[in-house]
């Protein structure tokens, strides 16, 4: 069984560019989060989508939304990049929206000059 | 404010030895606990979880221990092996029911085992 395939692994963008990161979760599953994990920060929650609907927001400013298709594929963006944007960006997916622990892929490294 | 906090950055201990990490939290709401692992260049893995109606939860060589009181929950890895060095995190569910998908995450405390 594959696990959470994120793509792309590496990027560079510059200051106010845009950027979408792709998830694509473990095949059955419904639930997709998104997580931002900074060293000073450690992993802090962005969102969680299941049957495509955004079930809970963390603390981020509007810049960053995602969405969910209805393969329960997910993607995330982040418009007018900060260099503070600059983060290891996590997705994990479940079965269901509240069932069973997190399985998380390896993550996109987003650098912003 | 930090609902999770791993106050040990890093820890060092000798293969064969107990490892404890240990992981505070604020937030009284909290009723489900998790330990996760990270190796660097991977995403973290589900290690071992505990409910707020248990006080310890174990798993082969790794043991959960959760103080409701002190609002303290360790990880107790016996013995140890080098392959367990990795970022270890603490993390929490804020909701009743055990709603996984909205994780409060502690910062990890790096575990070095030395053979």
């Known amino acids: 069984k594959a696990g959470v395939t994120q793509t792309p692994r590496y990027l560079i963008k510059t200051r106010g560019q845009q950027v979408t990161l792709s998830c694509s979760p473990i095949?059955?599953?419904?639930?997709v989060s998104w997580y931002q994990q900074t060293p000073g920060q450690g992993l802090q929650f962005l969102f969680e989508?299941?049957?495509?609907?955004?079930?809970n927001k963390g603390n981020f400013p509007g810049r960053f939304s995602g969405r969910q298709f209805s393969n329960s594929r997910s993607e995330m963006n982040v418009s007018t990049l900060e260099l503070g944007d600059s983060a290891l960006y996590l997705c994990?997916?479940?079965?269901?929206?509240?069932?069973?622990?997190?399985?998380f892929g390896e993550g996109s490294r987003l650098t912003v000059l | 404010d930090q609902q999770v906090k791993q106050n040990s950055p890093s820890l060092s201990v000798q293969e064969g030895r107990i490892s404890i990490l240990n992981c505070d939290y604020t937030?009284?709401?909290?009723?489900?606990f998790l330990w996760y692992k990270k190796y660097p260049a991977e995403g973290p893995t589900f290690l071992i979880s505990?409910?707020?109606?248990?006080d310890k939860n174990e798993d082969g060589r790794f043991t959960v221990f959760l103080n409701k009181s002190a609002k303290h929950l360790s990880l107790h890895i016996v013995p140890s092996q080098p392959g367990d060095s990795a970022v270890y995190f603490c993390?929490?569910?804020?909701?009743?029911?055990?709603?996984?998908?909205?994780?409060?995450f502690g910062k990890g405390t790096k575990l070095s085992v030395k053979p």
């Open positions: 994990a997916s479940r079965p269901g929206s509240f069932t069973g622990e997190l399985f």
């Open positions: 095949s059955g599953h419904r639930s």
């Open positions: 989508y299941f049957s495509e609907t955004q079930r």
């Open positions: 937030n009284s709401m909290f009723d489900y």
């Open positions: 505990i409910s707020s109606i248990k």
């Open positions: 993390a929490a569910s804020p909701r009743r029911g055990g709603s996984q998908g909205n994780l409060i």
